[in-house]
């Protein structure tokens, strides 16, 4: 049995990841009244939004890493302590220029913060079958977490607490920081590999490398053409970092990626399953946002709520995954996949019926949604954690993490540039008919059908590798729900 100190300390680590949740989607939502506020421009909005995920996925893995050198309930700590600092910063930001710098280093620190939290849930819970329990409740935090950032920013912004505006949507999180801070006490200490030395020169590469990939991704087709220049920079600076991790590895040294993980049975495929469901699901978040405000005229904040029944959704298939599992011979990962693929071509046809029913309708479709996800994400990326040894949990969990974010961006580019192509105009145009809204999103809902198809494939592959020795239960769940999705 958990202890009740053992669950005091998962609360601790998982009101961390809420907050990561959050802040994927708080802004966002909040985004019109900030350029309102500030006087920002539609750039410096994107960036706002932008400059957390950015900085996020570059320092994931070296977060990671230096959990496995130094301690992972240390570095969580320093994490949540300047994720706190840079939240109040984000909160009292005077223009758009310091509050993108912030957002930048709110990015930062959480990439030390995240990847963390699956190594503290290992070390906390060793019984398999309790690891399991405090997984599922680890996946009704993830739909929390969505729900509050989607509805609960745009409440927030509603209510004007105080007259500040959007800024307790960032500031929120100062007092969840500082409880945390509080509770660390009773996070496990961790094993710290101090004779291993941290990998700078991957840890420079790679800062360099994801940026430049994940900027034009994230902008799209939309963004000034020099940010492309940005693919061919990571496509150089990620060989240079390739040959740099072989080098360090022939000379006994301990490169950020080891070639051990990435040779673990099944890793591989794993990493590219979970590129493909993360793709999915953001490509699905933004072209469902853009339809609902530019095409049904539904405001930001009852488009934010209407995320609502995702999260519920979510977080109920999650909570119930180890009792399907135990009733249902058929793998859950490839079914929810299927529930996903099957749902978005019901989204297709629903944008054939009268306008005025369309929203109840797509309530519905995207609460379906959130069970197929909630179905597949637990045990396909907590079992990444199960095919390496547990000195390896930190570069794995970053990988699986970083991987995370480059599906995200990867899906809201391609969604993004096939609604708007079908729109032919810019998504959030005025002026445009609802009729061609209606084709693009069905158009884009179909796409995404096929990507869930693939996705449930590649699981059905997934499925089919004889068990490693190393193979346990899953663990958790490494998911970063920052969409990086454009408001309209």
Not at 203 to 216: E, Q, R, Y
Not at 277 to 303: C, D, E, H, K
Not at 342 to 367: E, R
Not at 468 to 478: D, I, L, R, Y
Request: some cysteine.
């Amino acid at each position: 049995m958990i202890t009740r100190r053992e669950w005091l300390g998962l609360w601790t680590v998982l009101a961390a990841t809420f907050m990561t949740q959050v802040d994927g989607f708080i802004v966002n939502v909040a985004s019109p009244s900030i350029q309102h506020d500030l006087g920002a421009g539609f750039d410096q909005i994107q960036f706002i939004g932008a400059a957390y995920v950015i900085a996020f996925g570059a320092l994931l893995i070296t977060g990671a890493r230096l959990g496995d050198r130094v301690g992972h309930r240390t570095v969580f700590l320093w994490g949540v302590a300047g994720f706190t600092l840079t939240s109040l910063l984000c909160g009292l930001a005077p223009n758009a220029e310091l509050l993108i710098a912030a957002r930048f280093l709110q990015g930062a620190t959480a990439a030390f913060m995240a990847p963390q939290v699956l190594s503290i849930i290992r070390a906390t819970v060793s019984d398999t079958e309790q690891r399991a329990k405090a997984v599922g409740v680890y996946g009704v935090v993830i739909g929390l977490g969505v729900i509050s950032g989607i509805a609960g920013g745009g409440i927030l912004v509603d209510l004007d607490i105080a007259g500040l505006g959007w800024r307790p949507v960032l500031l929120v999180n100062v007092p969840i920081g500082l409880a945390i801070l509080t509770l660390g006490r009773l996070l496990p200490p961790g094993a710290a590999n101090r004779e291993s030395r941290l990998d700078l020169a991957g840890a420079a590469l790679t800062t360099v490398a994801l940026p430049a990939l994940l900027v034009p991704l994230i902008f799209g087709p939309g963004g000034a053409w020099w940010l492309w220049l940005g693919l061919p920079l990571a496509a150089v600076v990620f060989a240079v970092l390739a040959t740099q991790q072989r080098t360090l590895l022939a000379a006994g040294g301990a490169p950020l990626f080891p070639p051990r993980v990435l040779r673990a049975r099944g890793m591989r495929l794993s990493l590219l399953t979970v590129a493909a469901l993360f793709a999915t699901n953001s490509g699905l978040f933004l072209v469902f946002t853009y339809y609902l405000q530019t095409g049904l005229g539904l405001t930001p904040f009852v488009a934010g709520l209407m995320f609502v029944p995702l999260g519920v959704g979510f977080s109920l298939a999650s909570a119930a995954n180890r009792w399907l599992t135990a009733r249902v011979s058929a793998p859950i990962p490839i079914i929810g996949c299927a529930t996903v693929a099957a749902v978005l071509l019901g989204g297709a046809a629903i944008t054939q019926a009268p306008q005025d029913t369309q929203p109840a309708l797509l309530a519905v479709m995207i609460g379906l949604a959130g069970l197929g996800q909630g179905m597949v994400v637990p045990p396909l990326v907590g079992g990444i954690l199960s095919r390496v040894e547990p000195a390896d949990a930190g570069a794995a969990s970053g990988m699986a993490t970083t991987v995370t974010q480059l599906g995200l961006a990867l899906g809201v580019a391609v969604a993004g540039v096939w609604y708007g192509t079908v729109l032919g105009a810019t998504p959030g145009d005025p002026g445009v008919p609802f009729d061609d809204h209606a084709t693009a999103f069905a158009a884009a809902a179909a796409l995404l059908a096929v990507s869930a198809t693939a996705t449930s494939v590649l699981n059905a592959r997934l499925h089919r590798l004889p068990a490693t020795p190393n193979e346990v239960q899953p663990t958790a769940a490494p998911v970063v729900a920052s969409t990086t999705q454009r408001s309209t």
